[in-house]
């Protein structure tokens, strides 16, 4: 099993930067891709952005140039630093963890933070 615990959510006014951390805990030797995801009210769940064990990223087309993620294996740490802030990424955020063998999506979920963008 693993925990993941996220910190650094907040409110901050649009063109703001806020920076998210989740900490993995547990079977973290067993963890590959690592990503954030949110969902805002109304909305379902989207991807924002995912890292593999190797540090390869990717993006959701509406961060792309203002949101970047990161990894620290040593640290068990992933962020999320986000520029540029829109009200739109108003959501609550949660971090996720895939297990080996990869393909096979997210196997465990933090319980999210809360970023409010206002204008």
Do not use: H
Request: a positive charge; glycine letters at 12%; one cysteine or more.
């Amino acid at each position: 099993q693993v925990q993941l615990v996220e910190s650094g959510g907040g409110s901050v006014q649009a063109g703001g930067s806020l920076t998210l951390s989740c900490r993995s805990s547990g079977s973290v030797w067993n963890i590959n891709e690592l990503g954030w995801y949110r969902l805002a009210p109304g909305k379902q769940r989207e991807l924002v952005a995912t890292v593999s064990t190797l540090g390869s990223t990717d993006y959701a087309e509406y961060v792309k140039g203002r949101f970047t993620i990161s990894r620290d294996n040593a640290k068990n740490t992933v962020y999320l630093q986000m520029n540029r802030l829109k009200p739109e990424d108003t959501a609550v955020y949660y971090c996720a963890a895939a297990s080996w063998p990869p393909g096979r999506g997210m196997d465990y979920w933090g319980k999210g933070t809360l970023v409010t963008v206002s204008d």
